[in-house]
């Protein structure tokens, strides 16, 4: 599919989801701090949005950067998060990360991506969403959102996240990378569903491809 066509699709998409609510990073991103993103991006892993918020809220209200979050024990932790997905592992990741935040970055989340990935907890999803929400610099973060309806809409034809973030850096301008993520998490969330998504009141369906779409409504 031609650069020219994403783009004048992704534009659709973006009308279509201004009035539904962002996903629950990008809601934290406007404190435009990189540690509670990171740490929201965690605690996001196969976790409702609401839930995350929650638990973003209770344990950023008590700790709210590295030092503060290693003063807690880890029952406290776990007690914060609850109920987000493996919250024990997520607790036990956070606390791993701040300390190594500490001890080899000053306290500060690193800006580079292969940095980023030396964390506990944190793989190329998460990296990637850091970079652009917390540092403003370009990346593509391919969750099964993105990966998913990249294929739908037929601008990428790829069996892996990786393979789907390549392809997309050739299509789609830098100008864009930062805000697909959101958009296409927003996009999915609410008519671009895994299974029967709402392609009757979807703007975009003169463009999509519909792959893998068996049912819709």
């Known amino acids: 599919m031609s650069a020219s066509r994403v783009l004048k699709t992704l534009k659709f998409i973006k009308a279509q989801i201004k009035d539904y609510i962002v996903p629950s990073v990008t809601q934290v991103s406007k404190s435009h701090d990189p540690y509670q993103i990171l740490v929201s991006c965690i605690l996001s892993l196969r976790t409702k949005d609401k839930t995350t918020i929650q638990a973003s809220q209770r344990l950023f209200k008590i700790a709210d950067k590295p030092e503060s979050v290693l003063k807690l024990t880890v029952g406290k932790m776990q007690r914060l998060i609850y109920p987000v997905g493996f919250y024990r592992n997520k607790s036990r990741a956070i606390l791993s990360l701040s300390k190594k935040l500490l001890e080899d970055f000053s306290g500060k ?27 403003g610099i ?27 973030e390549l392809v997309l850096q050739k299509i789609i301008p830098r100008r864009e990378w930062i805000e697909l993520n959101t958009a296409l998490v927003t996009f999915g969330q ?28």
């Open 138 to 164: 370009p990346a593509i973060c391919v969750d099964t959102h993105v990966h998913r309806i990249s294929n739908r809409l037929g601008w990428v034809k790829t069996s892996s996240p990786f393979q789907t």
């Open 109 to 135: 989340v690193p800006d580079s991506l292969n940095e980023l990935l030396e964390l506990n907890g944190v793989g190329r999803k998460t990296a990637n969403l850091v970079l652009g929400l917390g540092f």
């Open 190 to 217: 609410n008519l671009c569903f895994p299974v029967s998504p709402f392609c009757s009141k979807c703007n975009v369906y003169g463009f999509c491809k519909r792959r893998k779409v068996d049912k819709s409504r």
